[in-house]
């Protein structure tokens, strides 16, 4: 089984160590989730396992690829990053047709909720429904590993929930790593959580972890889980 | 093939906004078509910076999702500069 292996990322900014010998992995089907405070170094620790930021040192492994920058990870690694990338100016059909492989676009192209955005823009589309588009490329590309930067970023209530239900229905075709500010969508999706404090991943067994390492506070732990 | 169409996609709008700006520098340094290629390849570059690199970082993404990196996209414009310097002397 195809396995994504991320080891020794360190990374620093102005001689402040944000993420120091980060080893993660992901196996197929499995969904990981990625939590910390803001400007823990999430979004780096994803921009880097996909190659667009630059790091000390990097190891990253797809069985037996060694993915040392955006090229090497093509059909293997795919990033959503937190703002809208689409380009502007054409179709949202025709981006559909550009962007996927042929036996991929037909699942896109009659989804419920992109059929009546077809002629449409990227510019004319709202931020949910710009969101849903973006998630249904990156998650029917041929890439055996996807990276989600805050899926969830701007999204109403019930396009949240759709997102949600649409990677649990798709989560045994590929492997995930997700982070979103809120933490919720993040626990309620994720087989297994990890935590990034201080330039460290910690692998979070229990929930009430949480509230020891300080990221939500005891009486939020009670009110949500309890 | 699909690479191909999207780098063409990177490039449609560099090339109509460089390409309306070279023609005018070209009739001002007299209307040569080597003067518009010239221009064309000079200035097809600082679209790309403006548009993308200033304007739409972010659309980077969408291409670095299908595996073309930034040196490509900038290979790109340089070899449809190249090409179209080629042609227009050729005339």
């Not at chain 1, 419920?112 to 998630?135: A, C, F, H, T, W």
């Not at chain 2, 670095?64 to 080629?86: A, E, H, K, P, R």
Request: charged share 20%; net charge positive.
């Amino acid at each position: 089984m195809s396995k994504l292996h991320i080891d020794s990322v360190t990374k620093s900014y102005n001689n402040k160590v944000i993420l120091s010998d980060i080893f993660i992995s992901c196996k197929k089907g499995e969904i990981k989730g990625l939590i910390g405070r803001n400007g823990s170094g999430k979004s780096t620790l994803l921009k880097i396992v996909f190659g667009t930021e630059k790091p000390e040192s990097k190891f990253v492994r797809i069985g037996n690829k060694v993915i040392k920058n955006i090229s090497d990870g093509r059909n293997l690694i795919n990033y959503l990053p937190q703002d809208n990338f689409l380009p502007n100016n054409i179709s949202i059909k025709s981006l559909i047709n550009l962007f996927l492989e042929k036996e991929n676009r037909k699942i896109v192209l009659e989804n419920e909720n992109v059929k009546p955005l077809l002629n449409k823009k990227n510019q004319d589309l709202s931020g949910g429904e710009r969101r849903i588009i973006e998630i249904l490329l990156i998650i029917h590309s041929n890439a055996e590993f996807i990276l989600l930067d805050e899926p969830f970023n701007g999204v109403s209530p019930i396009v949240r929930d759709y997102i949600i239900e649409y990677i649990k229905k798709m989560k045994s075709s590929k492997g995930y790593i997700i982070t979103d500010h809120d933490y919720e969508n993040v626990i309620n999706l994720a087989d297994k959580i990890v935590y990034l404090q201080n330039g460290y991943l910690k692998e979070i067994k229990d929930k009430s972890e949480l509230v020891e390492l300080g990221y939500m506070t005891k009486t939020t732990y009670n009110t949500v889980y309890n | 093939m699909r690479i191909l169409k999207n780098i063409l996609l990177f490039q449609k709008k560099i090339f109509f906004i460089s390409y309306a700006i070279s023609i005018l520098i070209g009739i001002l340094f007299g209307g040569q078509p080597k003067m518009i290629g010239l221009s064309f390849l000079l200035i097809a570059p600082f679209t790309q910076y403006f548009f993308y690199e200033i304007k739409n970082k972010n659309q980077y993404y969408y291409y670095y999702n299908l595996g073309i990196s930034n040196v490509m996209l900038w290979i790109s414009t340089f070899v449809i500069g190249l090409i179209n310097l080629l042609i227009l002397m050729i005339i």
